[in-house]
């Protein structure tokens, strides 16, 4: 098998060297992103911390860079004038002005969007994030926190931004179990196959 491999690896190189073009299978690219080829970004917006905590256990295990998704209008404190804001954006198609920026989007091949889940997706910062860089080509691994609602139709909201790009199966880990929730944060890397 690692003959086979071997072979296989030689001859790619090969023919890249000779300017043909070589495309790659989804296992291909799967076993690259393992072996830690590529450049990663984890890129997360939180209001509560729990976000932040996913993001930061993710960063320990594969490395790669990090970026906080902030609002240049901060959302209030009080979880229910937070949850009447979220859904006024939502229903209106609101778009967040963001305080920082990414300089190079192009040096990332793998990009982590971690977010909560405020009524079914996404929030506005990170509709915001999402609409202005080219994710064409790109790996996108979604991740979330939330309160029983899952994934939600995020994952689909994604895809409407990022039709271009490898979108890998995403995690949901519940606000109240961040703390606690290494091993399921390293399983589902281990079976996304971005670690071994």
Known sequence: ???????????????????????????AEETMLSSGTKKILVVYFSHSGNTREIADQIHKIIGGDIFEIQAVNSYPNDYDAVVKQAKQELESGYKAVLKTKIENIKLYDVVFIGYPIWWGTFPAPVKTFLSEYDFSGKTI????THEGSGLGHSVLDISKFCSQSILLDGVAIRGSNVKTAQNEVSGWLRKIRITK
Not at 6 to 22: D, K, Q, R
Not at 141 to 144: A, I, K, L, Q
């Open 1 to 27: 098998m690692n003959k086979i491999v071997l072979v296989l690896s030689f001859t790619a190189a090969f023919l890249v060297f000779m300017g043909v073009p070589v495309q790659m299978n989804l296992a």
């Open 141 to 144: 691994v979604p991740f979330c």
